[in-house]
């Protein structure tokens, strides 16, 4: 395995593309649905870029890249057509210890970007390790019909079981037994078929009282409000 698979939190950190066509174009997308603060240097963008840039949800400079561009950046995105431009960008990244991807040149990267299927928190990755973009695809589109909106409702309701074990000082590896057996209970097909006194019911026998699908999407609400915590740093394994 070439590549360390991780997933990168980039809320509120200065991110750049250079580029700004429809490659570019759909790469800022994906960092401003990250919570990325997003740069962009390019000598044409897109109308979709300027009006990201009228609204200034990105920052837009129309000019050639330049290596001071790179300062304070957590990561850059190269995507030129400027093959002499992207391997500048690469060298002064790497120089920098600047995470770094360019567009199509896996050689001057530090990490590629995998294909992405996407129900809400649950995101799944599929990477081919740059050998063949076009399976990587084919299997995402196969996740996409494979898991549906139900486990992005599963993870609000799991997530919100999972703080409140935290808000009462409880262990989560004492409670791993109980989040077994709720996936054992078939929450997710419960979910699909919106037969909610049943998830109720099984919410019940695990976690006790005070567990149900509206309290607990009541709950996730509320943090969302507040604002989610940063995740924990042991993450998914």
């Not at 199509?104 to 649950?122: I, M, S, W």
């Not at 703080?163 to 000082?169: I, K, W």
């Amino acid at each position: 395995m070439r590549y360390y698979p991780v997933n990168l939190d980039v809320r509120n950190r200065h991110c750049l593309v250079v580029g700004g066509g429809k490659v570019g174009e759909r790469k800022v997308k994906g960092l401003l649905r990250s919570g990325a603060r997003v740069a962009v240097v390019t000598l044409q963008a897109t109308d979709a870029l300027k009006a990201m840039a009228s609204d200034r949800l990105i920052d837009l400079e129309l000019r050639r890249y330049s290596p001071s561009d790179l300062d304070g950046k957590l990561l850059v995105i190269g995507a030129t057509d400027d093959q002499k431009i992207n391997n500048e960008i690469s060298r002064g990244a790497m120089a920098r210890g600047i995470l770094c991807n360019i567009v199509d040149r896996p050689e001057a990267c530090t990490f590629v970007l995998p294909a992405v299927a996407q129900q809400g928190d649950l995101v799944i990755a599929v990477s081919t390790s740059n050998k063949s973009p076009a399976l990587a695809g084919r299997l995402r589109k196969r996740l996409e019909k494979e898991f549906g909106p139900e486990y992005a409702t599963l993870l609000k309701l799991m997530g919100a079981i999972r703080n409140r074990v935290l808000a009462e000082a409880g262990s989560l590896e004492d409670n791993k037994d109980k989040f077994e057996r709720l996936l054992d209970l078939g929450l997710v097909d419960l979910i699909r078929d919106d037969r909610r006194q049943e998830v109720d019911a099984g919410l019940k026998d695990v976690m006790g009282e005070g567990f149900t699908w509206a309290a607990l999407m009541q709950d996730e609400q509320d943090t969302g409000l507040r604002g989610s915590a940063r995740p924990n740093c042991r993450g998914d394994e």
